[in-house]
């Protein structure tokens, strides 16, 4: 699987629509200071679910949308789109190509879509869950990460080598099913009351 796309539209700083293509193999992104090269990483993060401002370098997630300049209006959307290539089937969805966005307005409406089809945040996580390309896995290495996981606990540092053999999902689904137990255990028990209280 490899990132072939990245289209942004009043994402940040980039106020007209734009497009980036990744080939196979590497990709170097050149600038001056400030000409927006974290924001393109900032924009993959985004839609892949990341939920704090502060990780995006902003105080509130309205700052993501486009805050104006000089000759340009703020813009009221912010629009970005991920197209990966999953021709080995990495992600568990029917598709040699796949589509990813997420849309946030001013007045805080945001929406997540997985080929076009808006969805929930839950089914974005899910689809890529084991790949690494979470926003706390391995795919987007920022700047001090690699100090971090060196300095992190060996507990902590697990989880990166449970996301890299694919546990992550497994541990979660195990999570869930646990959840529905307990609740079905407190139903029955409710239930086992309610007979007693008939007989
Ligand atoms: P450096 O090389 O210094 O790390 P960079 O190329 O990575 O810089 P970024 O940090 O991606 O640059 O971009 C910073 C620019 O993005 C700043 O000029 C900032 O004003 C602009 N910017 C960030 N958020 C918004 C926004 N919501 N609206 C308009 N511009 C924004």
Redesign the pocket.
């Known amino acids: 699987m490899h990132l072939k796309k990245i289209e942004m539209h009043g994402f940040?700083?980039f106020?007209e629509e734009v497009k980036v293509e990744f080939e196979p193999n590497i990709t170097a992104v050149l600038?001056?200071?400030?000409?927006?090269?974290?924001?393109?990483a900032?924009a993959i993060r985004w839609v892949l679910g990341e939920q704090s401002a502060k990780s995006l370098?902003?105080s509130k997630m309205e700052?993501?949308?486009?805050?104006?300049?000089s000759q340009r209006k703020?813009m009221g959307i912010a629009e970005v789109t991920l197209t990966l290539d999953n021709s080995n089937g990495q992600l568990p969805i029917d598709y040699n190509e796949v589509t990813l966005g997420r849309r946030v307005t001013r007045s805080g409406k945001s929406e997540y879509l997985i080929n076009n089809s808006v969805c929930r945040l839950k089914d974005i996580e899910e689809l890529i869950m084991g790949t690494g390309l979470g926003t706390e896995a391995y795919s987007i290495i920022g700047q001090g990460k690699v100090d971090e996981i060196l300095s992190s606990k060996a507990t902590e540092r697990r989880l990166i080598f449970e996301e890299a053999a694919g546990i992550t999902k497994h541990k979660q689904r195990k999570k869930e099913a646990s959840r529905k137990l307990e609740k079905t255990e407190q139903d029955l028990n409710r239930v086992n009351d309610i007979i007693g209280e008939l007989e």
């Open positions: 940040k700083s106020a600038g001056p200071n400030g000409s927006g090269k974290s924001n393109i900032d370098r902003g700052d993501v949308i486009f805050a104006g300049s703020p």
